[in-house]
Structure formats: structure tokens, C-alpha cells
Nanobody, 123 residues
Framework: VQLQTSGGGLAQAGDSLRLSCAAS????????RGWYRQAPGKQRESVAS????????SYADSVKGRFTISRDNAKNTVYLQMDSLKPEDTAFYYC?????????????????WGQGTLVTVSS
């Protein structure tokens, strides 16, 4: 599974940014997609996730009401729309996919990661 991340960059507080993550997953079944972030000196944390089937979403409390995760299954792409950005949103953002090889047991399911993209929000 290969994940290609785009978007991010520099923003001011209150601005919006959108991240995209395109997946190449031939021979794999992806059960969920998500976004994580890691600020300097902090642990990586989950920001938002969405299931492939049903599109069930979940968000970290810190981004609820400001960030929206969405997917385009035809393009194998997941988006993270980030509105009302705050300086504390500054971090490297990583795209994630939970997937397993088609036809293999669920025990082979694993996490796959895209390259991080830096989001910097100034006050």
C-alpha cells in the first residue's frame, strides 16, 4: 500500500487548508483511512478517521467541528478539510490506511503510512 500525501503548508489562525491522500493498494483491502499528526516534542495522535464501508467518521475532540474527513472511493483518495485553524494545529500530518492483503486472514491487517506533510499555523 502506497500513500501519497499532498497539501499542507503555512496558514494564519482562522484560515483553512486541505490535505489529500491518494492510495495505491492493488491486491489489498483497505478497511479504514485516517489522519494523524505529530507536533514537535509530542507523540503522534489520531486526528480523524473514516471507514471504507459506510463512511463512518471519528474525530479527536480537539478538532471536532473544525476538521472534516471525507473520501472519494473512486479515486482512492481521502481528504482532510481543516477550517478555523489554530496555532496548536501546527504539526506534521500523516495519512494512514488500515489494510490487509486480499483473501488473507484479518490477523495480517496492518497500518500503512504516507509521508508527513507540515502544517504551520501562525497567530
Amino acid at each position: 500500500v502506497q500513500l501519497q500525501t499532498s497539501g499542507g503548508g503555512l496558514a494564519q489562525a482562522g484560515d483553512s487548508l486541505r490535505l489529500s491522500c491518494a492510495a495505491s493498494a492493488v491486491g489489498f483491502e483497505i478497511s479504514s483511512r485516517g489522519w494523524y499528526r505529530q507536533a514537535p516534542g509530542k507523540q503522534r495522535e489520531s486526528v480523524a478517521s473514516i471507514t471504507t464501508t459506510g463512511g463512518v467518521t471519528s474525530y479527536a475532540d480537539s478538532v471536532k467541528g473544525r476538521f472534516t474527513i471525507s473520501r472519494d472511493n473512486a479515486k482512492n483518495t481521502v481528504y482532510l478539510q481543516m477550517d478555523s485553524l489554530k496555532p496548536e494545529d501546527t504539526a506534521f500530518y500523516y495519512c494512514n490506511a488500515v489494510a490487509l492483503p486480499t483473501g488473507w486472514p484479518i490477523s495480517t491487517r496492518g497500518d500503512y503510512w504516507g509521508q508527513g506533510t507540515l502544517v504551520t499555523v501562525s497567530s
